[in-house]
């Protein structure tokens, strides 16, 4: 792809493409913060726990799992929300082993890194076509999602505690839409389409059956299930 | 347990996960199975997620404005519209279906 192009010049037209990536990723993703302060707040925690959650675990699927199981079970759901929060964690482990070789150098460098390992980081590095341009994407991706993820949180957090009726303002629905935005851009073949259809049906079945958290926790199994076996997937060569 | 437990706790695990990728040997990424467990393991958490937020109610479910509300964030994504506005829309239209009083 990039052959054709002069490597004297290539080399800062590629930094300039990861910072502009970068940018224009992390403004858009750091607005999705107020969504989930308000939820957080709606949820039952207060301002301070939701910004806690931002500072610390920093991964929006799992954040938003958290808020939702302590939702529908509060602090008797605890073990059922730490579990939602660690198995939607797990493609963070998968990003990092990804991203290892990028950021490279010293212990202190990774353990950074680390923290600002998620999705939109990992996305950005993985598009830019030179190692430079990666490791640029990566930790502007990251410090500009950190910053603007926490405050928009708070923000968030503070409008929803002004709030008071959660459901008045359909702040329940937000946080149903707000999963299935987190879900769709991963529906893009066969197999994942079905097993999302099987897990969504599978814990609405088991909600009057099973304490709040567990229905969530059991539907996972499809996915193990099916990605064991690999059905409904392409035969890899 | 306390929320603050399960917040404190949860957020070691995810950071644990995060930093556990910068430890192993970059080998095991190449083996299909354990990425693909891990890729499918997102999507059934996010469905079943977004299942019981929508018809979940005090250890049951039920059919209330929240149905209507993702049937339009569905097709809102569809269309390609961002994230924020989808989420802003489907909690407008939940809003509006209380206030007029045509479902719970």
Same mark, same amino acid.
């Given at each position: ?237 | 347990?306390? $929320?603050?437990? =399960? ?6 695990? $995810? ?19 354990? =990425? ?54 489907? =909690? ?13």
């Amino acid at each position: 792809m990039t052959e054709a192009a002069p490597p004297a010049r290539s080399s800062s037209d590629a930094t300039g493409a990861a910072v502009r990536a970068a940018l224009s990723v992390g403004i858009a993703v750091s607005a999705y913060g107020i969504s989930f302060g308000a939820l957080a707040v709606a949820s039952g925690l207060d301002v301070w726990q939701a910004c806690v959650l931002s500072l610390f675990m920093f991964s929006g699927g799992s954040q938003f799992a958290l808020v939702g199981v302590i939702a529908s079970g509060g602090a008797a759901a605890g073990p059922a929300a730490i579990a939602s929060a660690t198995l939607l964690g797990i493609r963070n482990g998968l990003y990092s082993m990804r991203m290892s070789p990028v950021v490279g150098g010293p212990w202190w460098r990774r353990l950074l890194a680390a923290q600002w390992t998620i999705d939109e980081s990992t996305a950005v590095a993985s598009a830019q076509p030179t190692r430079r341009g990666q490791r640029v994407g990566f930790w502007v991706t990251g410090a500009v999602i950190y910053v603007g993820w926490n405050l928009t949180t708070l923000l968030g957090a503070i409008l929803g505690d002004l709030v008071g009726d959660v459901r008045q303002y359909g702040l329940d629905a937000a946080a149903a839409a707000a999963f299935l935005g987190l879900l769709w851009p991963r529906l893009t073949s066969r197999q994942p389409v079905a097993v999302a259809a099987a897990a969504a049906v599978i814990a609405a079945v088991l909600v009057p059956v099973l304490p709040a958290g567990l229905p969530v926790l059991v539907a996972a199994v499809v996915a193990i299930v099916v990605g064991i076996t690999n059905v409904f997937g392409r035969r890899t060569a | 347990m306390t $929320v603050w437990h =399960a917040i404190l706790l949860a957020s070691i695990a $995810v950071f644990a996960l995060k930093l556990a990728g910068y430890l192993v040997p970059p080998s095991l990424l190449e083996r299909p199975t354990p =990425a693909r467990v891990a890729n499918l393991l997102t999507v059934a958490l996010l469905a079943a997620l977004t299942a019981t937020q929508t018809l979940e109610t005090a250890g049951g479910i039920v059919l209330d404005a929240r149905v209507p509300a993702i049937v339009l964030a569905a097709v809102l994504y569809a269309l390609r519209v961002p994230f924020i506005v989808v989420v802003i829309g489907a =909690a407008a239209l939940a809003a509006l279906i209380r206030l007029l009083g045509w479902m719970p």
